[in-house]
């Protein structure tokens, strides 16, 4: 982590709605998500309405340090996922938040798959627009008699 952002570490009690503690996971030894060197588990998506929105601290991109006391090192992905399943009604997860302009999964919404900022491709695509209409209309006005 850079030095300019900085990663929380917070407590987050949840009880087990109708559809489970409402939020999934990437990640595991077997599934690394953010990089080959990165085996924690992230929170890729909150359910609508679940346990995790309701309460509203945990979010997208949250790295998953412990469940219940477990910590979450170096398990496959499967492992992970029957973890959270076999955690009970009440659930402790220690969660590293992460700077969500600047943690490793920054704000996927403004990148895409290689982390190309979406404003430095469709800004020069909006300029080359301009750019040949004003030379068509240029054209046009020349072509007169």
Known sequence: MSAGSRAVVEDIQLTRGPSGLGFNIV?????????HNDSG??????????????DGRLQEGDRILEVNGFKLENLLHNNAVDLFRNAGEHVVLKVQHQNHLNGPLGSRSDTDSEGTSI????????????????????RQRMTRF
Do not use: H
């Open 27 to 35: 990640g595991g030894t077997d599934q690394q998500y953010v990089s």
């Open 41 to 54: 588990i992230y929170v890729s998506s909150i359910k609508e309405n679940g346990a995790a929105a309701v």
């Open 119 to 138: 404003t430095m491709i469709v800004v020069p695509l909006i300029l080359a627009a301009v750019v040949v209409f004003a030379f068509v209309k240029y």
